[in-house]
């Protein structure tokens, strides 16, 4: 199964996107990133089609920012 990272803003953020998949039964992981520039930030590793993911997201006002 192909996994993608989507960069969230927040780690609140983060939560409620893999909420979101988990209710469509769509598998994910909340990951800590450290970059130079910001230090920490958040990104959501998942397991899926990026289209469904990108379209569930963005009903619920996420936005799908794929890295």
């Known amino acids: 199964m192909d996994s993608f990272t989507i960069n969230m803003p927040n780690s609140t953020t983060a939560?409620?996107?893999r909420a979101v998949l988990?209710?469509?039964h769509i598998p994910s992981i909340v990951e800590r990133t450290h970059?130079?520039?910001t230090g920490c930030s958040f990104?959501?590793?998942v397991m899926g089609s990026r289209e469904k993911v990108c379209a569930l997201?963005?009903?619920v006002?996420?936005?799908c920012?794929?890295?």
Do not use: D, E
Request: net charge positive.
């Open 43 to 45: 990104s959501l590793r």
């Open 57 to 59: 997201l963005s009903a």
């Open 65 to 67: 920012g794929i890295s």
């Open 15 to 17: 939560f409620k996107a």
């Open 61 to 63: 006002g996420i936005p």
């Open 35 to 37: 970059t130079q520039r």
């Open 22 to 24: 988990a209710r469509h």
